[in-house]
């Protein structure tokens, strides 16, 4: 994928975490330019941003790190690691900091 195209993945992606986000009660969901910062009550937060260099959108949250990067196959972004999805592991870590069940709708 070319630098044009991740950039527009990774900000479509971004974009829709953060309106899913943005109405939860006990987080504040902020984007500005490619970093979407979620903050929380208790003054933590979780970053989530894009890397052009790696084609990767990386997530920050509790003292741990993820690299999603594009997976054409199921056409979603998916940790390098785990295989796990962008929005699930974040609708899963935001549902356990929260006490209640988040879910991040994936974008078709």
């Given amino acids: 994928m070319d630098e044009t195209e991740f950039g527009k993945r990774a900000a ?13 009660d006990g987080v504040e969901s902020d984007l500005a330019g490619d970093i979407l910062t ?10 989530a941003n894009s890397h052009a260099a790696a084609q990767q959108i990386w997530l920050s949250a ?31 870590l935001v549902s356990e900091k929260l006490s209640q069940r988040v879910i991040i709708p994936r974008p078709n």
């Fill in 62 to 92: 509790n003292l741990m790190a993820w690299h999603f990067g594009w997976h054409e196959a199921t056409r979603s972004w998916r940790d390098t690691r785990t295989g796990e999805e962008l929005f699930t592991e974040l609708g899963k």
């Fill in 12 to 24: 479509d992606a971004l974009r829709k975490l953060d309106d899913a986000l943005r109405d939860v």
């Fill in 38 to 47: 979620l903050e929380f009550e208790d003054g933590s937060r979780y970053v």
